[in-house]
Each structure stands twice: as structure tokens, then as C-alpha cells.
């Protein structure tokens, strides 16, 4: 498969990228962020879930080695951070019922996650503590009850 049309994405990423309007860590990370972006709209883009860094996450200037770090101060905060970012991954895959070792249309994981994700508070132990939810077109338009 040629490597444009193949993407990998943490499974919270399936939520973050349907509410993105430009904001991000960086330009570096935002460039990358929309780039991506790009290649995903495109039909026939194919998708690798994982809950580890994935393509987005490359130019995240969070990122340390293998863990996303937040802003952390030491290393135990790191891997605070990085264990409750996995344990969002974790819950999305286990709510949309995927397997994380096959190849998905972008398109059809955007329906899967819609269909599953309806409500706010849904989202309690995802979204709870991002930084980004009061831009996120997404998280709004899921219903408040």
C-alpha cells in the first residue's frame, strides 16, 4: 500500500481531528496536523488505530522519545500523562469495537465513532481534562444530556 494512503492515529485522535479549526502546540505540530488532515479526506486513505504515538503525534513538541509527556515536569509525571492518554484510547477502542491490527477507511472509522459518540457524557473520561474542548466543533455538537 503506498504510504500517502496509509495513516496511523491514536483512537482519540478519531475524535480531536473532527473538531480541529487551527489550533495546536506549534506550527511545526499544526502543519503536520493538516497535512494529515489532508491525506485522511481522501477516500481512499486507510487508518492503523493504535494507542501509542502515531503520525500525528511525530511533530508534537509533547512528545518524548515514546511517551507523550504533556508538560511534564518529571518522569513520573510523564508517565502519568502517557498512561491516561492510553487509557483514552483504550475506552474509544473498546467502545467502537475495532481491531487495532487492521487497516480501516478513514471515512468508515469517522462513521463508526459518530454513531457510538452521541452524547457529552459519553466523553466524560476522554475529554475531561483536554485543553482543546472549547474549540472543538466535535465535542460541541455531541448532545449536552
Known amino acids: 500500500m503506498d504510504k500517502e494512503n496509509l495513516v496511523t492515529l491514536r483512537a482519540h485522535h478519531l475524535l480531536c481531528l473532527q473538531g480541529y479549526q487551527g489550533y495546536g502546540y506549534d506550527e511545526r505540530f499544526k502543519k503536520n496536523l493538516e497535512k494529515k488532515l489532508k491525506i485522511l479526506k481522501n477516500n481512499k486513505t486507510k487508518v492503523i488505530v493504535t494507542c501509542s504515538p502515531d503520525d500525528l503525534c511525530m511533530k508534537c513538541p509533547n512528545l518524548l522519545v515514546k511517551f507523550c509527556g504533556g508538560r511534564s515536569e518529571s518522569p513520573n509525571d510523564l508517565m502519568d500523562n502517557d498512561k491516561k492518554i492510553i487509557e483514552k484510547d483504550l475506552i474509544i477502542l473498546n467502545e467502537i469495537k475495532i481491531d487495532p491490527n487492521k487497516n480501516y477507511?478513514?471515512?468508515?472509522?469517522?462513521?463508526?465513532?459518530n454513531s457510538v459518540f452521541l452524547k457529552r457524557n459519553q466523553l466524560k473520561n476522554i475529554c475531561k481534562n483536554c485543553q482543546w474542548t472549547k474549540e472543538c466543533l466535535w465535542y460541541e455538537s455531541r448532545e449536552i444530556l
Open 105 to 113: 477507511l478513514f471515512k468508515d472509522l469517522i462513521k463508526i465513532v
